[in-house]
């Protein structure tokens, strides 16, 4: 059994990891930004286990994160999955919706690592979330290419000072059934149809990504694109 933290895990990718792992009888702490409802879906993901634990946290304000985390660990492995959609054209720039949204990935991701660095096992590992904006940019996402694209570097900075720990981070593409592409089948149809698979991600085909890059020892520094193949 080992001990997780899932931050952002109460809905879509999150939320589906909680559940595997518990599933697979790991201890899991999830979070999300309303205590109330972090509580409800450790419930309904614990389906009665005991060791499946919800707590409020944001990481746009990333100056409480520590207090929030206070009492978490010991800790195998921290994953953070946690985002706010965001599309914010420069054409209408909205400063403060690019402020919440790079503090929360950039400084709130890395002050959730910080927080919980000395309780992390020196065998655990650090999964972080960016996705394939990083590279393939669309009108509106100005931001979240750049702060997916920061993921990218902080694999690196972040493995390098939490050492021996891993760090690794997963970029999906469109992940098809996460509850943020509901009611959009148009689009998806049309990136699926552009996808050398034939096939869009899945949250379990992000699940399985997630908890390879968990558990492999020799698997460190790694940037993992899990969209079907198409960039
Ligand atoms: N879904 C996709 O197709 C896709 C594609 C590319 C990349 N990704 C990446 O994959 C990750 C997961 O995506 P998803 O679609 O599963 O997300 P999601 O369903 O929107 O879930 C987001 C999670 O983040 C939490 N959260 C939101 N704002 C927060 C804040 N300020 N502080 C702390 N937690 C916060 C939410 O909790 P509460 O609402 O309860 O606060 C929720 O648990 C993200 O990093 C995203 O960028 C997803």
Same mark, same amino acid.
């Given at each position: 059994?080992?001990?997780?933290?899932?931050?952002?895990?109460?809905?879509?990718?999150?939320?589906?990891?909680?559940?595997?792992?518990?599933?697979?009888?790991?201890?899991? /702490?999830?979070?999300?930004?309303?205590?109330?409802?972090?509580?409800?879906?450790?419930?309904?993901?614990?389906?009665?286990?005991?060791?499946?634990?919800?707590?409020?946290?944001?990481?746009?304000?990333?100056?409480?994160?520590?207090?929030?985390?206070?009492?978490?660990?010991?800790?195998?492995?921290?994953?953070?999955?946690?985002?706010?959609?965001?599309?914010?054209?420069?054409?209408?720039?909205?400063?403060?919706?690019?402020?919440?949204?790079?503090?929360?990935?950039?400084?709130?991701?890395?002050?959730?690592?910080?927080?919980?660095?000395?309780?992390?096992?020196?065998?655990?590992?650090?999964?972080?979330?960016?996705?394939?904006?990083?590279?393939?940019?669309?009108?509106?996402?100005?931001?979240?290419?750049?702060?997916?694209?920061?993921?990218?570097?902080?694999?690196?900075?972040?493995?390098?000072?939490?050492?021996?720990?891993?760090?690794?981070?997963?970029?999906?593409?469109?992940?098809?059934?996460?509850?943020?592409?509901?009611?959009?089948?148009?689009?998806?149809?049309?990136?699926?149809?552009?996808?050398?698979?034939?096939?869009?991600?899945?949250?379990?085909?992000? /699940?399985?990504?997630?908890?390879?890059?968990?558990?492999?020892?020799?698997?460190?520094?790694?940037?993992?694109? /899990?969209?079907?193949?198409?960039?």
């Amino acid at each position: 059994m080992a001990n997780i933290v899932i931050i952002g895990g109460t809905s879509g990718i999150g939320r589906e990891l909680a559940g595997h792992l518990v599933g697979q009888g790991d201890s899991v /702490v999830l979070t999300g930004r309303d205590a109330e409802r972090a509580r409800q879906v450790a419930r309904e993901v614990g389906k009665g286990r005991h060791h499946v634990r919800g707590i409020a946290l944001d990481l746009a304000e990333p100056h409480e994160i520590a207090r929030a985390l206070s009492g978490t660990g010991p800790v195998d492995h921290l994953v953070i999955t946690a985002v706010e959609r965001d599309v914010n054209s420069v054409r209408d720039y909205s400063v403060d919706r690019a402020v919440r949204l790079a503090t929360l990935k950039v400084v709130g991701y890395t002050a959730a690592v910080a927080a919980l660095r000395e309780v992390l096992a020196p065998t655990g590992s650090v999964v972080l979330f960016g996705g394939v904006a990083k590279d393939a940019p669309y009108p509106g996402s100005t931001t979240v290419t750049a702060v997916n694209g920061a993921v990218v570097s902080m694999v690196r900075t972040l493995s390098t000072e939490l050492a021996p720990v891993r760090v690794n981070a997963v970029h999906p593409g469109i992940v098809s059934d996460t509850p943020s592409w509901s009611g959009q089948a148009d689009v998806l149809e049309s990136v699926r149809s552009r996808t050398p698979t034939g096939r869009l991600a899945t949250m379990a085909d992000i /699940v399985g990504a997630t908890v390879f890059l968990m558990h492999n020892p020799a698997v460190n520094r790694v940037n993992l694109t /899990v969209d079907g193949g198409m960039v």
